[in-house]
């Protein structure tokens, strides 16, 4: 028998699965302390002592002491079948045991891997679905605000900074708004633009901050502002990030309701 059979027997030895003449075989090969078998039998129980420290995530309580169960079982299995021990060797586990102390450590691994990756899984499910969540309650408030005759529909144009770009606001006193615009440049680093509410003769009231993707294109959910009931208009400046609570920098958009 070459190392490579012997390495075979080895790995299916300490995973449970050798069993009839193949196991008595490989048994009686550990009985004679042939050097390669112990050998071939010592490197594959300390790569799966390895493999089960290196479990990347704890399972649930459940799943372990489902595993766990499953191991006392084999262990008494495989304690029950045997007829006489296999000799020890120093740094070898007692061959009896050896076997179903190796095919549970590969099946806590294999449980744990399955369960950290299943535990992820579900977790991405759950955010995509708050996420679609997030979507269809905007796309209602949105609809809600489109049906109502109080709602104003106000046109921005761009102004010299970026003469192409355009804009349009839905606007509704009680339920907000939402602000899209197309055309606007890349904001500098540390700059975002800044959506201001012109009302009467007061000074602007500030609807948000945000940014535009590579395309010039970005958008804006405006929650109602406090003491403002009516718009004259919108507009739109280049800030600091994070805007200011009055404007400072240069228009880019205007638009009268």
């Given at each position: ?71 006392a079982a084999a262990a008494g299995e495989r304690a029950a079948a045997t007829e006489r021990p296999l000799p020890r060797r ?103 633009y800044q959506l201001w509410a012109i009302a009467g003769s007061g000074a602007p009231v500030s609807a948000g901050v945000f ?47």
């Amino acid at each position: 028998m070459n190392r490579d059979e012997i390495g075979e027997l080895a790995a299916a030895y300490a995973l449970g699965g050798l069993e009839g003449a193949e196991r008595a075989r490989f048994e009686a090969l550990l009985q004679a302390d042939d050097h390669d078998a112990v050998a071939a039998l010592r490197d594959f129980e300390d790569t799966l002592t390895g493999l089960a420290a290196a479990a990347p995530e704890a399972p649930p309580p459940a799943v372990k002491a489902a595993l766990m169960a499953r191991i006392a079982a084999a262990a008494g299995e495989r304690a029950a079948a045997t007829e006489r021990p296999l000799p020890r060797r120093g740094a070898v586990w007692p061959a009896v045991l050896s076997a179903a102390m190796a095919a549970g450590l590969a099946a806590i691994v294999v449980g744990w891997t399955v369960s950290a990756r299943y535990e992820k899984r579900l977790d991405a499910l759950a955010r995509d679905a708050d996420r679609l969540k997030a979507d269809l309650r905007s796309q209602q408030e949105i609809i809600t605000i489109l049906r109502d005759p109080a709602t104003q529909m106000v046109a921005l144009a761009g102004l010299p900074p970026a003469p192409a770009a355009r804009a349009r606001m839905l606007w509704h006193a009680k339920a907000g708004g939402l602000f899209v615009t197309t055309g606007l440049p890349a904001a500098p680093e540390g700059k975002a633009y800044q959506l201001w509410a012109i009302a009467g003769s007061g000074a602007p009231v500030s609807a948000g901050v945000f940014n535009v993707d590579a395309s010039g294109a970005g958008s804006l959910s405006v929650h109602p502002l406090p003491g403002v009931a009516t718009v004259d208009g919108f507009a739109v400046t280049l800030e600091p990030a994070g805007g200011l609570p009055a404007p400072s920098g240069a228009m880019y958009l205007l638009g009268k309701s």
